[in-house]
């Protein structure tokens, strides 16, 4: 794309072209990057595609993620639309029994619980924030490309009518999602190798919930073809999804709510939590092959936060802190950049480090959550070394703090290696049906 003419003045009133920062992607990361902008006195502009309130998978949140809801000044607003999630509920076709994880459990007991949000009304209520906060936001308008050069950028943006408009910028932030639009543009995006699955889904009202306290607990479902979410919602719905592998989805013959159903069957404990529920419109959703990261989080211009830089796996409901959390770990990198400051750069380092952190971190256990030996140690946790604590740590999402988990899940790690030597055969077994299960194959959603 060449450089184009910007106005130099605004065009119209409430049309100003240029701004600080261009923030592409009104979801939570850059809500929230927009919403510290804002409030550092930056001239912050977010451009997003959609309208919100819109529709949005990802609704369990981690404990981790009320810090920064604090520190954003919106904790009140979330518990007000959000389910209290005080634990994770396991269930597994190998073992007879139900396994309870609480977050109070936790090696830092002072973040004992989360919330299950509408992601509608959550990224909408942070959208807001950041508007009310000073960002200029647009809605309906979709970033299309983004040209860099010495000063910073030169974005071009569509608008709801078709017609285009230049934003000239200092800095951009890409926190497009899924749509990784500098990703794809600067072709630094990765498959990612090591894992690989499909997801399918809907909304039921008249689900089976679990009582009193426990009644906004999330469910894992393990079945033959990867694991189930049961997420309760504060209205009374409940969001089912199946995370399986690729070749599952593909396999599918009939219609999509048929087939989420028939996969439904396949995991008699879920089905009968179902037995009594309808699927809300009649509609199932499916996404196809989703993990991948990209090669780089940042140039000299740019940051890539949240799921634009990398997206691995919803097992452990990491998505939406991960990406609050990455944008918090970005706002001082762009503060730099804009003032130019010597440290920019090694700030900038620091960053690409963080952002690669928590994937990491949350990846060696996503790998390996549907092999049997880590089934049994979450279905049978101890706590030798306290690495139950650590464990339950880690899915509280407390893996940027100084809660010093670290030496813990090292002996964790090192028990899941000794017992997977110690049950070769099933070990070997295991990863030969994974390796079969991960295979690429394309599938598309709908
Ligand atoms: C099946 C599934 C289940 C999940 N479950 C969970 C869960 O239970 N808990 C959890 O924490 N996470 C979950 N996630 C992950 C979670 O949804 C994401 O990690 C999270 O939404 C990332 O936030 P984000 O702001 O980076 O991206 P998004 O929330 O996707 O926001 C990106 C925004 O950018 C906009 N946009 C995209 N391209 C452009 C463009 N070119 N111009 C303008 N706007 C643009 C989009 O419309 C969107 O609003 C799940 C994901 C999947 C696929």
């Known amino acids: 794309m060449q450089p184009l003419s910007i106005p130099a003045e605004p065009a119209a009133a409430g049309a100003d072209f240029r701004c600080d920062v261009l923030v592409v992607g009104g979801g939570p990361a850059g809500s929230t990057m927009a919403a510290l902008l804002a409030e550092a006195g930056r001239d912050v502009v977010v451009i997003e595609k959609a309208h919100h309130p ?178 309760p919602l504060a209205d009374g719905t409940t969001s089912i999804g199946a995370v399986c592998w690729p070749h599952y989805l593909k396999s599918r013959k009939n219609p999509l709510p048929e087939f989420f159903a028939d996969t439904i069957a396949l995991c008699p404990p879920l089905a009968a939590r179902l037995a009594g529920a309808s699927l809300v419109d009649g509609r199932v959703y499916a996404t196809g092959n989703y993990s991948y990261g990209s090669a780089k989080s940042s140039g000299e211009r740019f940051l890539m936060i949240g799921d634009a830089y ?55 256990f996503i790998f390996r959550v549907t092999n049997p030996t880590m089934r049994d140690f979450f279905m049978s946790p101890q706590n030798p070394f306290r690495v139950k604590e650590a464990l339950i740590s880690l899915l509280a999402g407390d893996v940027y703090g100084r809660t010093p988990i670290w030496p813990s899940i090292r002996i964790l790690k090192a028990l899941y290696y000794l017992v997977s030597f110690g049950n070769l055969g099933r070990t070997v077994r295991a990863w030969q049906r994974r390796r079969i299960n991960i295979r690429d194959v394309e599938v598309q959603g709908p």
């Open 54 to 231: 819109r529709f949005h998978i990802g609704e369990s949140l981690l404990p981790a993620n009320a810090q920064l809801f604090d520190r954003l000044g919106v904790r009140e607003q979330v518990e007000a639309i959000g389910m209290a999630k005080h634990g994770v509920e396991f269930v597994s076709p190998d073992h007879d029994h139900r396994q309870f994880i609480e977050f109070a459990e936790a090696w830092d007991k002072s973040m004992p619980y989360a919330w299950q949000v509408r992601r509608a009304q959550l990224d909408e209520l942070l959208f807001r924030d950041a508007a009310k906060k000073g960002a200029r936001t647009f809605e309906g308008q979709r970033v299309r490309e983004v040209a860099f050069d010495g000063d910073g950028a030169l974005a071009e943006v569509e608008l709801a009518d078709g017609s285009r408009r230049q934003w000239r910028a200092r800095f951009v932030v890409d926190a497009s999602g899924r749509d990784t639009l500098l990703a794809n543009q600067l072709r630094c995006k990765q498959k990612n190798r090591r894992h690989n699955s499909s997801a399918l889904y809907g909304h039921y009202t008249g689900a089976e919930r679990l009582p009193g306290k426990l009644e906004g607990n999330i469910t894992i479902f393990w079945f033959e073809h990867g694991w189930f979410w049961f997420i």
């Open 310 to 364: 990398a997206f691995v796996d919803p097992v452990f409901s990491s998505g939406v802190y991960l990406a609050m959390q990455s944008a918090f770990d970005g706002v001082g990198v762009v503060q730099a950049v804009l003032d130019g400051r010597p440290d920019a750069a090694a700030l900038r380092r620091a960053f690409d480090r963080r952002v690669r952190h928590g994937p990491r971190e949350f990846s060696w």
